[in-house]
């Protein structure tokens, strides 16, 4: 509807995370629970949704997003062992 408004035939490139520091949070949250060797890069995205799932119910699904930052990725995914070999 804002965008409608902005122009007759708008064109939309990109949209961004409209709450980026959310999945900061959630990163930070799944780090904390796993911080020595992290919980595993495949399993990174499942405790990222879980997160969600418990703390965010009222946010859509596809609002559930990995953090824009390597090092919040780096280190929900293999802990600060993983955050420092990988440098």
Sequence with gaps: EMIQSMAANP???ALANPDPEISYEAA????????????G???MKQEMYQFYQE??????QKDWMLP???F???LAGL??????LKQ
């Design 11 to 13: 064109i939309v490139f």
């Design 28 to 39: 930070i949250d799944v780090s904390q629970q796993n911080v020595i060797f992290g919980v």
């Design 41 to 43: 890069c495949g399993d």
């Design 55 to 60: 703390n965010y119910p009222e946010l859509e």
């Design 68 to 70: 824009h930052n390597q």
């Design 72 to 74: 919040l990725i780096l």
């Design 79 to 84: 802990g600060i062992v993983g955050l420092f």
